[in-house]
């Protein structure tokens, strides 16, 4: 038995069903199917609807040469987002300033700020060159480098300033100010250094000093300071046990 289904496609004379000729360009209402590669120059939506490309695998958009060598591809799958091209530019909304830049020579971010808000912060395998890194109001900021060092460079200088409270610096091991050419310069109203061993003469390691309030400093050669009790009881020498063993 042969059964014949004939469809009413309503052909007019601009076009038939839902696809109309206009002097622009082609009218297409409501969802469209396409089974092999659509090209075409420009893809438009109505003013007040969305534009939807929709498929069960993945969304490709090539771009081609008059050659026809491939040259740009965007293509949005099930798990990533892949983009394929010579620069990459993300513009604002008025399509004027530029926003982010990916080449194969560098990543730039040229917006006014760049901010980070996982709980791990952000992790860069190799050096950063900025001229400001700063936390948000009335939050830490922390930089670390869990199993190597931490390096900040300049050539013109580094300054870590707490404006309006304690700047602290410590290290399970030495810590080392050094200046090549200029000078360490401590300048506050008071100073203070703590836990400094106290000298003893060497010729009486075990003598003690009892109720001494004043003490004065003391360099060794080597350039080691202790503390050594003022006056006439006084440990301050080069034969002191502090700099023998230093």
């Known amino acids: 038995m042969l059964i014949r289904m004939t469809i009413n496609l309503k052909t007019i004379c601009d076009g038939m069903g839902s696809l109309r000729l206009k002097e622009n360009g082609i009218h297409l209402e409501g ?5 092999r590669p659509l090209y075409v120059n420009d893809i438009q939506s109505r003013r007040d609807s ?33 983009v394929q091209c010579q620069r990459l530019e993300v513009r604002d909304g008025d399509g004027g300033r530029l926003l982010f830049t990916a080449d194969e020579e560098e990543v730039a971010m040229l ?18 060159e900025t001229p400001l890194i700063q936390a948000r109001t009335s939050e830490d900021l922390k930089l670390e480098s869990p199993t190597r060092s931490l390096t900040m460079e300049a050539p013109r200088g580094v300054e870590v300033s ?46 003690a000093i009892q109720k001494q309030a004043v003490y ?23 034969m002191s046990n502090i700099c023998l063993w230093s």
Not at 58 to 76: D, F, P
Not at 111 to 128: N, P, Q
Not at 176 to 204: F, K, M, V, Y
């Open 31 to 35: 969802v469209s199917k396409f089974q």
């Open 50 to 82: 969305w534009l939807l490309l929709r498929s069960d695998k993945n969304v490709t958009l090539n771009a081609r040469n008059k050659e026809g060598q491939l040259t740009g591809q965007l293509t949005v799958g099930p798990e990533a987002v892949d």
């Open 111 to 128: 917006t006014d700020r760049l901010t980070v808000t996982g709980a791990e912060g952000a992790v860069f395998e190799h050096s950063v």
């Open 162 to 207: 707490a404006a309006r409270g304690t700047l602290g610096i410590s290290s399970r091991k030495d810590l080392q100010l050094e200046s090549t050419e200029g000078e360490i310069l401590l300048d506050a109203s008071s100073i203070r250094l703590g836990s400094l061993p106290l000298g003893t003469h060497a010729g009486s390691p075990s003598q």
């Open 216 to 238: 004065e400093v003391c360099v060794c050669p080597s350039g080691k300071i202790y503390l050594s009790p003022a006056e006439s009881s006084s440990s301050c020498q080069a």
